[in-house]
């Protein structure tokens, strides 16, 4: 069955940066694009970050991390990832990975992202 296994987050201070993994299983990674999403605290819904297409030619990103968030894959370690710089109070939240289109029913655990001084 489908699994997506999140790591990575931690506490940084504004301006530091992270880099989120996640490891996917249960069907064929190549075959998909691959999303991260996330859940800022006291929020219902998750919002999109970043979008990769399967073969990791085009990505896209929200407004509000361009520039800053870079999503990439590894299709050999079935991963993908989101390296994260210039990181401020906002990006606070659970950051989940998904596939594209995204598994409805489905998500990981997540990894808690904090930005605080």
């Known amino acids: 069955q489908v699994q997506l296994v999140e790591s990575g987050g931690g506490l940084v201070q504004p301006g530091g940066s992270l880099r989120l993994s996640c490891a996917a299983s249960?069907?064929?990674?190549?075959?998909?694009?691959m999303t991260w999403y996330r859940q800022a605290p006291g929020r219902k819904e998750r919002e999109l970050v970043a979008?990769?297409?399967?073969?990791?030619?085009?990505?896209n990103y929200a407004d509000s991390v361009k520039g800053r968030f870079t999503i990439s894959r590894d299709t050999a370690k079935n991963t993908v990832y989101l390296q994260m710089n210039s990181l401020k109070p906002a990006a606070t939240a659970v950051y989940y990975c998904?596939?594209?289109?995204?598994?409805?029913?489905?998500w990981g655990q997540g990894t808690q992202v904090t930005v605080s001084s």
């Open positions: 998904n596939a594209l289109p995204r598994f409805r029913g489905y």
């Open positions: 979008t990769i297409t399967s073969a990791g030619g085009g990505t």
């Open positions: 249960g069907f064929t990674f190549s075959n998909y694009g």
